[in-house]
Nanobody
Framework: QVQLVESGGGLVQAGGSLRLSCAAS??????????MGWFRQAPGKDREFVGT????????YYADSVNGRFTISRDNAKNTVYLQMSGLKPEDAAVYYC???????????????????WGQGTPVTVSS
């Protein structure tokens, strides 16, 4: 079993920045062998892909809507993945979730159904 705990959400003005963290733990869960993903869900909308990072942290991939504004990184020594958000827009407001896939491997994935373990989410509000 894998536990993911997000933190860092809050209220920010449009154009501002925020960094989210996701701490991972679990028996037999070797963090540096798992791809990690960030998703978000706004009220009344489906959960959508934000970005993902491979196990080593050497490669990332982002949704077009956040590419160039958001950056995912990870600290494998701390079992933590980060989402640095800048240039925030009102449409970025959502509950943000981190997630990981079921098995270790170097591929990463962009669909909700590819991810097996999810955190509880942390809300981000962007005021205009």
């Amino acid at each position: 079993q894998v536990q993911l705990v997000e933190s860092g959400g809050g209220l920010v003005q449009a154009g501002g920045s925020l960094r989210l963290s996701c701490a991972a733990s679990g028996r037999a869960f070797v963090f540096n062998t798992y791809a990690m993903g960030w998703f978000r869900q706004a009220p009344g909308k489906d959960r959508e892909f934000v970005g993902t990072i491979n196990p080593s942290g050497s490669s990332t991939y982002y949704a077009d809507s956040v590419n160039g504004r958001f950056t995912i990184s990870r600290d494998n020594a701390k079992n933590t993945v980060y989402l640095q958000m800048s240039g925030l827009k009102p449409e970025d407001a959502a509950v943000y979730y981190c997630a990981t896939i079921r098995s270790p491997g170097n591929n990463y994935y962009t669909t909700v159904r590819s991810y097996a373990y999810w955190g509880q989410g942390t809300p981000v509000t962007v005021s205009s």
